[in-house]
T-cell receptor, first 112, second 111 residues
Framework: NAGVTQTPKFRILKIGQSMTLQCTQD?????MYWYRQDPGMGLKLIYY???????DKGEVPNGYNVSRSTTEDFPLRLELAAPSQTSVYFC???????????FGSGTRLTVV | KQEVTQIPAALSVPEGENLVLNCSFT??????LQWFRQDPGKGLTSLLL?????REQTSGRLNASLDKSSGRSTLYIAASQPGDSATYLC??????????FGPGTRLSVLP
């Protein structure tokens, strides 16, 4: 049972480049989330989705975009990467709005 | 806006000690609260989930309590082991769609 799978695990981007962080879950969860974690800080919510075709902004959405065309996939797109987007990105899912989270292993992104 | 804090920020104890990690939240209107463990460079592993109607949850040597009225949760680790060394995060789920995370407590258990 794979759970939540994130790719890539590591990536270095140059300022102004774009990329997509992939997230896939095989648990048929409706809810999916993207968080970023900066050193010494708690996780901050970027975007979330309550089901296919539905997405909404979290606390820190600027500079990111998401889509949810299927239940399984929730990619996060970075356009015009900036050094402030250097962080570790985590994808998570939950079955309902009141269940606990299952996390992916994270993507460590560095923008230089 | 919900805010979650954790005290202490770091803790170092000798092996075998019982210890308590604290989590506080500002808005008592929560659905549930979840404790996670994070090893360096790794993702988050769920430890315990306490629903708002529950007072505590137990798993092995771990016990988590929840007091909504005071806005507090504690994670009790019995007979600590070096393998327990990690960062422990608590997260409170509010009536929105997401968990609000604390900054974590970094635990070192010395052999």
């Amino acid at each position: 049972n794979a759970g939540v799978t994130q790719t890539p695990k590591f990536r270095i981007l140059k300022i102004g480049q774009s990329m997509t962080l992939q997230c896939t879950q095989d648990m048929n969860h409706n809810y999916m989330y993207w968080y970023r974690q900066d050193p010494g800080m708690g996780l901050k919510l970027i975007y979330y989705s309550v089901g296919a075709g539905i997405t909404d902004k979290g606390e820190v959405p600027n500079g990111y975009n998401v889509s949810r065309s299927t239940t399984e996939d929730f990619p996060l797109r970075l356009e015009l990467a900036a050094p402030s987007q250097t962080s570790v990105y985590f994808c998570a899912s939950s079955d309902t709005g009141v269940d606990g989270y299952t996390f992916g292993s994270g993507t460590r992104l560095t923008v230089v | 806006k919900q805010e979650v804090t954790q005290i202490p920020a770091a803790l170092s104890v000798p092996e075998g000690e019982n210890l308590v990690l604290n989590c506080s939240f500002t808005d008592s209107a929560i659905y549930n609260l979840q404790w996670f463990r994070q090893d360096p460079g790794k993702g988050l592993t769920s430890l315990l989930l306490i629903q708002s109607s529950q007072r505590e949850q137990t798993s092995g040597r771990l016990n988590a309590s929840l007091d909504k009225s005071s806005g507090r949760s504690t994670l009790y680790i019995a007979a600590s082991q070096p393998g327990d060394s990690a960062t422990y995060l608590c997260a409170a789920r509010d009536y929105g769609q997401n968990f609000v995370f604390g900054p974590g407590t970094r635990l070192s258990v010395l052999p």
